[in-house]
């Protein structure tokens, strides 16, 4: 039987930089880029949020579970739930994303301590 690479259960859906992210103070922290939508179940697992640069450059991607972020419908924004020095000092990248496989999710789980939430890929 030969072998497959394992299925990729993560989606990225609603790549925009359109919606604003906000501090629980009501401070901007960085815009919405992408949802990781599970696959399988249709659910919002993870939100990946730009924060910083200029004109395009610098900025920084930070990956965080879904349940970390309340919609705001009045100011059509999402509000950060955790301090904002919690989650800048959280995982992040600047250029080359890594693979969010089950791995990468589990990292982020921890340090967000989320581990009790169903977050898993499979």
Do not use: C, H
């Not at 993560?10 to 939508?37: C, E, F, P």
């Not at 399988?40 to 640069?53: D, E, F, H, K, N």
């Amino acid at each position: 039987m030969a072998q497959t690479e394992p299925t990729q259960l993560l989606l990225q859906a609603n790549k925009s930089d359109a919606i604003a992210v906000r501090s629980r103070d009501g401070d901007k922290i960085g815009t919405l880029y992408t949802l990781m939508v599970n696959k399988r179940s249709g659910q919002a697992l993870y939100a990946v949020l730009t924060i910083g640069g200029f004109l395009g450059m610098g900025k920084a991607y930070y990956p965080l579970p879904f349940s970390l972020l309340q919609f705001d419908p009045v100011n059509d924004t999402y509000v950060v739930t955790i301090d904002r020095r919690v989650l800048e000092g959280g995982p992040s990248w600047a250029a080359n994303a890594p693979e969010f496989d089950q791995a990468y999710a589990d990292r982020v789980s921890k340090y967000y301590d989320v581990a009790g939430e169903d977050l898993s890929l499979g």
